[in-house]
C-alpha cells in the first residue's frame, strides 16, 4: 500500500482507481491495523510452533517496531522517501524476523543437546 502513493498523481490523472487513491486519508491507519494483524498471526505461529521467548521479543517485537517505524515516519507525498522505505523496510522487518527465529531456533537446539548429554 506505501508502493502504490508513488505515483498517486499520475493515477489521479489517466483515471485509474487505485488503492492509494481510495484511501488516501486513511492510508497510516490502514497500515496500522495491517501491521497489528500481521504481528498477531506471527505471535499466533509462534504459538503453533511452540516458540520461546526470544522469537516474542526479537521477532514480533522487532517487526512491531520497524513497521511502525515506517508508519510513522514514511512521508507518503514523496517518492523518494516511500522508495527508500519499499526498499529498505522488508530487509529491516524480514531481518528481525529472520533473527528471532534463528537465535529461538539456536537456544532450543542447544537445550536439546544438553537434556541429551544429561540422559
Known amino acids: ?3 502504490a502513493h508513488m505515483d498517486i498523481n499520475d493515477d489521479a490523472g489517466v483515471g485509474i482507481k487505485s488503492i492509494a487513491l481510495k484511501h ?54 514523496d517518492p523518494g522517501n516511500i522508495w527508500w522505505w519499499f526498499c529498505n523496510n522488508c530487509w529491516m522487518t524480514g531481518g ?7 537465535i529461538d531456533y539456536s537456544l532450543n537446539y542447544i537445550e536439546d543437546q544438553s537434556e541429551e548429554r544429561l540422559n
Open 1 to 3: 500500500m506505501v508502493y
Open 24 to 77: 488516501k486519508a486513511n492510508t497510516k491507519y490502514i497500515l496500522a491495523g495491517l501491521a497489528a494483524s500481521m504481528v498477531g498471526l506471527l505471535a499466533g505461529a509462534g504459538v503453533a510452533t511452540g516458540a520461546g521467548i526470544t522469537f516474542y521479543a526479537i521477532s514480533c517485537g522487532g517487526a512491531a517496531l520497524t513497521l511502525g517505524a515506517m508508519i510513522k515516519r514514511v512521508r507518503l507525498k
Open 96 to 102: 528481525v524476523i529472520s533473527l528471532g527465529l534463528a
